[in-house]
């Protein structure tokens, strides 16, 4: 069988990740330390490939773009994501980093300890783990399912045992994810959030035996703007070279599409890659009826732009009233 692992491995999709803080366009600003803050971590799934990224913005979150279903194979691809600070729909800041495993199936992946400590707290949603190490790191993972996690409070863990499986348990709808957080003591003493991203990164490249590879995304920055008669127009700012995206506008409450554009990015000397585009909204929900809607570049059915979403009342053809993003 040796000749088919070669060929496996050959074929293995190399690891890259983007930068850590390089949220998807639209969903905040991240947190852009490097400083990788636990070197010995473990990494948290026992099986590897995993993928970090938005769950709440991408196919199958609450917020995502088209396709609406988690299992979208774009959500299980390399590049890696940081979701470190993504903007929750409250605003709030997101404390944690969110990683698929390399399915979408929920109990089948193996979540481990990351660490030599004790279990703390195993609650309804989570389960707490206190590191040995001399700054008593805090590492919680969030909806394994409660009724086949393997920990209870008190217990002493080694790195890599077994704590429970991935799953989607929360009070509300959740993808099928680990949400890993990590906690530490600032010099004040005060317990808060610190970001795992670069020591994610750095645990999977060693779980890996291989160095990953950071990139730059196919991004691109969607901003758009209201004019009651033109619709919705906007501009994209891709990272670098002449791409063709397509736009697309969308209904987000029944998910339908309801505009799109093909637009060519073009880069000239120095000046930034640009393009614009603009999207109306059709006859049918010019009605008085508020909506929430949503903008979406994608290349392929990969999205890869991300506008904030908004909320509109379209009255007529020309009369149109925004309350805000
Ligand atoms: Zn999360």
Known sequence: MTWLWVALAAHAEPFTYLAPGDLLPGSGFGDRTERVL???????????????????YNPGGYLGSPPWDECTASNFRYPWRDTYCERRPDRRCHAGVDIRARTCAASLHEVVAVADGTVSQVRDYFVTLVSDDPHRTEYRYWH???AVVQVRAGDPVRRGDTLGWVSNHYSTRTTTHLHFEMRRKSPSDVSRFVPPYPSLVASYERRLGTSGRPVVAGVLTVEHAFDCDDGITGWIWPDAQQQEVRVELFDATSSRALDAADVTVACAGEQPCVASFALSVPRSHRDGQLRRYGVYAHLGDVAVGVGAPFVAVWEGADRCIAEGR
């Open 144 to 146: 394994m399912d409660p």
């Open 38 to 56: 636990d070197p010995e971590l473990t990494f948290p799934l026992g099986e590897v490939p995993a993928h970090p990224g938005s769950q709440l």
